[in-house]
């Protein structure tokens, strides 16, 4: 039977009223899903320096002001949204909607939501913006390497609520994959599959994570004395510039879910020293016409992955910067936590910096294996290969990491040392029952400070080519500089609890 005979309901609602995909969204489109869903207003979302979702809601009041909305934008003040990296008197904004990302707001019923593009008073794309850095890092790489590059991340967040019944209690550090009823949010999961899947259409699968905290300690009121669950949420690939805006709205859904159902989701690096911290591992993917070109025919890692690799070997401490922006960020990067500490690569290997996963490259139809019965044969994409960076967590700000992993790709193909990087960072077997395989390649980054002087001296690996503006450099020094905590001396441990908790909402 054809696909075309299934009837999916995971899709973007503007779609089925106008029977078109998203790519293919027009102004005079969103005229008649007003009329039609008994639309009020339009909100339009961007996201900040602080890495969240803003907004501003704008009232249906005719066809003539809709349109103007729609074809002219707003203004918003950028001073704001930009604090220490745009004057006040130069403050106005527009923010003009892009058409492709319009959803229905689950949250808000009778609005008609957009993500939207800072724009200057000349009408270009503002500089500084994260998305706009991030749209630009990729034209250069697309321009110069004529190449596709894919990302999907991987939001990992604990949920935090009141105790319940003391019944199929989880172990700590055990409750990976698990199942209700020893799973506890399986409902609130769910709703969060379901919206994210219909606004982002990128969802590729869900599930309980590590971490389980039975009773959490804190002089935070909200989270004092309650249970934490840790869940995950994993995108299928998408472009990189899509996959940055997928990954603030499924944060901003997350959120929105929790709060609905009276308890918090929160992506703090760390919530307790004795639990699996939250990171944010992305992957990249690199593609030609469509097609993923991470391996050769013979299943071998192509030339183009490699270098892919030894990109991100050279941009891995400065890319915390922008992946690691808090104190607690550095206490989830430990030894003997899944969580890298050195800078290396290895395949299938859960504590490298850069992992090589499982990809199908070279097997296919499996079900075969296990369904011999089966007559007929699936042809689905054979290659699958992802490359994954497993330093970033919760409290990323995901455009300029992106932004950053872009540059990271765009370096490999310009330079011929690349391969040899790669080489060179490479850890065959275990490394976590061999020290000795890792103790001679470089640290990461161990603090906020430390991050910021590495970003420093390499800051022209951002600026060149006037990708990243030096303006936002500076900014991003200055807001590691002022997370100065000392982390040494654990005996303190309240100390060390009132680091990590104060970061509840990043």
């Keep these: 039977m054809s696909s075309n005979n299934f009837s999916y309901s995971l899709i973007n609602p503007i779609s089925v009223v106008l029977d078109k995909p998203s790519k293919d969204f027009q102004r005079g489109d969103f005229l008649k899903v007003i009329k039609k869903k008994n639309i009020e207003r339009i909100t339009f979302h961007y996201t900040a320096m602080d890495g969240r979702l803003k907004e501003l809601k704008l009232p249906v009041t005719s066809s003539h002001n809709t349109e103007l909305i729609l074809a002219e934008g707003e203004r918003v003040d950028g001073s704001s949204l930009f604090k220490g990296i745009i004057d006040n008197d130069v403050s106005d904004l527009y923010v003009m909607p892009e058409y492709k990302t319009a959803f229905l707001n689950p949250f808000d019923k009778g609005s008609l939501d957009f993500i939207c593009r800072y724009l200057t008073k000349d009408g270009e794309r503002a500089c500084f913006a994260p998305d706009n850095i991030l749209a630009k890092s990729y034209k250069l790489f697309h321009v110069n390497t004529e190449l596709e590059l894919y990302a999907l991340g991987e939001l990992e967040f ?10 199929y209690s989880i172990l700590p550090q055990e ?64 472009s990189i510039e899509e996959m940055a805006d997928a990954l603030v709205v499924g944060r901003w859904i997350i959120r929105n879910v929790a709060y609905q159902h009276g308890c918090l989701a929160t992506f703090v690096p760390k919530l307790d020293e004795n639990a699996a911290g939250n990171g944010l591992h992305v992957h990249l993917e690199l593609k ?40 607690s960020s550095y206490l989830r990067l430990v030894p003997d936590q899944e969580a890298p500490t050195r800078i290396y690569c290895s395949e299938l290997n859960r504590s490298a910096l850069i992992r090589i996963p499982l990809g199908w490259s070279n097997v296919y139809d499996l079900a075969r294996v296990v369904n011999p019965h089966e007559e007929s ?41 690349s391969l040899k990087l790669a080489e060179k960072f490479y850890v065959k077997g ?20 430390e991050s910021s002087k590495v970003l420093l001296e390499k800051r022209e690996l951002y600026e060149r080519e006037r990708i990243f503006p030096s303006s936002v450099i ?17 005996e303190r441990l309240d100390e060390i609890k009132r680091i990590m908790h104060k970061d509840l909402y990043c």
């Design 158 to 167: 604990y949920l935090v609520r009141d105790k319940g019944q003391n019944l």
């Design 288 to 327: 030609k016409d469509g097609k993923n070109i991470m391996r050769n025919m013979d299943g071998k890692l192509s030339e183009e992955a490699i270098r892919l690799i030894g990109g991100l070997c050279k941009y891995a401490d400065s890319l915390t910067a922008f992946g690691n922006t808090v104190t």
């Design 430 to 449: 275990n490394s976590v029952q061999d020290e000795e395989n890792i103790s001679d390649f470089p640290m990461l980054p161990a603090s906020c400070v």
């Design 377 to 417: 044969i699936f042809e689905g994409a054979r290659r699958r290969q992802t490359v994954e960076l497993r330093s970033p967590d919760g409290s990323s700000l995901v455009h300029l990491l992106l932004a950053g992993m872009t540059m990271s790709a765009e370096w490999a193909f310009k330079e011929s040392n």
């Design 175 to 238: 409750a990976y994959h698990e199942s209700a009823p020893f799973r506890k949010n399986g409902d609130i999961l769910n709703e969060i599959i379901r919206l994210t899947s219909e606004i982002t259409g990128a969802v590729k699968y869900a599930h309980s994570e590590v971490g389980f905290i039975e009773t959490i300690e804190s002089e935070i009121e909200q989270i004092n004395g309650k249970q934490a669950e840790q869940l995950e949420l994993e995108f299928s690939t998408k």
């Design 474 to 490: 500076e900014y991003i020094v200055n807001l590691l500089k002022k997370e100065n905590y000392d982390l040494k001396g654990y």
